[in-house]
């Protein structure tokens, strides 16, 4: 399984690359929407995290622009922002889940794996 992390916090970034690779999968981080916007572009994916505060293309562009370009991977915000008009808005744009910062990992995990099972068809 792929994952894509795009996280401009370099700790945080570094911290779910780990936890996401110990437990078995392939982890693609990018710093700043434009990259992030790449490589779920150009590769495949099958989940992405994505921050909505980021340098270059915001998250919420990021996310519209690859459910333009049909890219159907499900997709966890990230964020410190915990408004209810912020999670609409970033679902409106086409992500499947909304988790505000501080989380716990063992949520983040749970969420992962119940959007992948969904995906799955399961």
């Not at 936890?19 to 990018?30: C, F, R, T």
């Not at 744009?93 to 995906?119: C, I, Q, S, T």
């Amino acid at each position: 399984m792929r994952i894509l992390v795009v996280e401009d916090e370099p700790e945080l970034r570094a911290q779910l690359t780990r936890k996401l690779e110990a437990h078995g999968y392939s982890v693609d981080a990018a710093a700043d929407g434009d990259t992030g916007l790449y490589l779920g572009r150009e590769y495949p994916m099958d989940l992405g995290i994505i921050d909505l505060g980021l340098p270059g293309l915001n998250g919420l562009e990021v996310i519209r622009r690859l459910r333009q370009r049909g890219r159907d991977f499900p997709i966890l915000i990230l964020t410190a922002r915990s408004g209810w008009q912020d999670k609409v808005e970033g679902l409106e744009a086409g992500a499947d889940d909304y988790l505000v910062k501080p989380f716990h990992m063992e949520e983040l995990l749970a969420r992962l794996n119940a959007l992948l099972r969904r995906a799955a068809g399961w």
